[in-house]
């Protein structure tokens, strides 16, 4: 086997090896009954579910056994209650621009150094 | 090199296939009203090979056109969307070289005017998010009004000019792939790449940018 192949297997292992040994652990329902305490109203956070759903949303107080979320959609949608106990994981997450924006700010980026290129390029004639 | 890249595969699959089917779960959340129509412009570049659009003679012609475009869709379901298309593009001119005679030369001047309708069906990913990729696949039909003015040039130089206009339909089936990106619940960018076929291969493509609302 030639080197290259190793190092290619080994690249292989490396990035798909987090994403199944994340897979495996499991915290109990009580330390994201405690995580969830420690929230603020409106955080923006992506819950994960042993189902193997994810849910990303706005955190919503309640003093019951359900962690309650107000899922971000583009169209709006009932707040869901999850048990403690189907959820695997909760991460704070950092809410970013809707896609529209970015998109657009990308073609605006392009259009702008495009048109200061010409400018350069018209200078230097 | 065959193994290596089946092994590449199946990684990709193994690390993508989490993450889709972990999407997928996410739609076990209540259906929702979806809107049925949506209506969009976009602008772009149209990119033609010599068979399609007036099918220039010269080599060295330009090959690249500005095009609009006007879309409507119809969704069917939350994923496929029946849609029809206008398309427009600037003015295409080239000279054709006609056979000379020892008395006089003479050319023949095309200005080529495409206008393109499609149909197509498409098949748009995930469901109520802000981001959504899409496949399409359809058929375009391009009218092409071919003005021509056929100048002849006697050694005296004077020209006598005959002009005539003729059209033809040109069908080509295409693919298509794109991307919805919403700013809110209804106004979205769409940006997408089509590729027209013909019997050898592909005879003419678009990248489009645009705008559209959901209603």
Redesign the interface.
Known sequence: MKVQSIVVYLIIFFIAAPSFMAGHRQEPPEVWQAFAQRLESGAFIRVRLKTGGDVKGYFIPSSGDTFRVLPKTRIAVPIRDFQFSDIKSIDRQHEGWAPGWKVLTGVAVGVGTAFLLLLAYAATD | MRT?IA??FM?LV??CG?SA??????D???K???RKWDLGGSLGILGTSARDFGRPILPGLERYLFAWNVDAGRYFTPHVKGEVGLMRTNERKFWEPLPASSRSYSYREHRVHPTSLSAALTYQFFE????HPYVSAGVRVTAVSDETQTSVYSPTYSATSVSTTSRVSEVRPFVAVG?K?????R???K?DALFAIDTKGVSHGTLR?GFGIDF
């Open positions: 290596r092994v590449l990684a193994v690390i989490q089917f972990a999407r997928q779960a996410v076990d959340s209540p929702v009203e979806f109520n998010v802000f981001a991307y990106s919403y700013f809110n619940e106004a979205y960018m940006s940018i």
